[in-house]
C-alpha cells in the first residue's frame, strides 16, 4: 500500500512537472520575445522623435502664421490710404501729395522687403490663369480679350508663407461678352416652353 502511494505520488509530481514544462517557456523564446519587445520600443521611441522633430520645425517656420497674416492689414491699409490721398480733389496735383505718395511707397516696400526676408511672399496673379489653391474671385469682368478665366483684376494681394496659403488674393476674372440678342432669344425659348 505504501508503494501504491508513493507511486502515485510521484506520478502526481511528474505531471505536475509536465504541466509546469507547458507554462514555462524556454529561456531562447523568452529572449526573443523580449528582443522583440525592445525592437518594438525603440521603434516606438524612434517615431516619437521625428514627430517631435517636425513638429518643432513647423513651430519654428510657421509659428509667427498669424502674426503674419494680421500684419497683412497694415499693407492694405497703406493701400487704401494712398488710394483715398490720390481721390482727394483738394490734394491732386500738389507738391504735398506728391511726397506724402512717396513716403507712403517707400514704406509699403520696406514691409514688402521685411516680409520677404521672412518667407513671406505676395501672390502674383494679373494675366494669370485663376487657381483657386492661391485666388479668390469676386467678381467676373466682360473682356474679350483676354481668355475666359483669366485674371484681370486684383481687389486684394494674396500672400504664402514658405510653401503655405497665408491669404489668398481676391481677383475679378474675365468671361466673354454675352450678345444681348442670344440671351433675348435665350429667354423667349425658355417661355415658350413653358
Not at 511707397?105 to 487657381?131: A, M, Q, R
Request: proline residues 3%.
Amino acid at each position: 500500500m505504501i508503494q501504491i502511494k508513493l507511486k502515485i505520488k510521484n506520478s502526481l509530481k511528474a505531471e505536475d512537472e509536465i504541466k509546469n514544462e507547458d507554462n514555462q517557456i524556454s529561456p531562447e523564446e523568452k529572449i526573443k520575445e523580449l528582443e522583440d519587445k525592445l525592437a518594438r520600443a525603440f521603434a516606438e521611441m524612434e517615431n516619437q522623435r521625428r514627430r517631435f522633430e517636425k513638429e518643432k520645425e513647423d513651430a519654428f517656420e510657421y509659428g509667427g502664421f498669424s502674426f503674419a497674416r494680421e500684419a497683412l492689414n497694415l499693407i492694405d491699409n497703406l493701400e487704401r490710404s494712398k488710394q483715398v490721398l490720390e481721390n482727394d480733389q483738394k490734394l491732386k496735383g500738389t507738391e504735398a501729395l506728391t511726397k506724402i505718395l512717396e513716403h507712403l511707397d517707400i514704406i509699403n516696400k520696406d514691409l514688402i522687403s521685411i516680409f520677404t526676408k521672412n518667407n513671406i511672399k505676395p501672390i502674383e496673379c494679373l494675366n494669370k490663369k485663376l487657381d483657386p489653391n492661391f485666388h479668390q474671385a469676386m467678381m467676373e469682368i466682360e473682356d474679350d480679350q483676354k481668355d475666359p478665366g483669366t485674371i484681370v483684376q486684383e481687389i486684394q494681394k494674396g500672400f504664402t508663407i514658405k510653401d503655405r496659403l497665408l491669404r489668398p488674393s481676391l481677383v475679378g476674372v474675365s468671361k466673354k461678352t454675352e450678345n444681348k440678342n442670344q440671351k433675348t432669344h435665350e429667354n423667349q425659348e425658355i417661355k415658350e416652353n413653358n
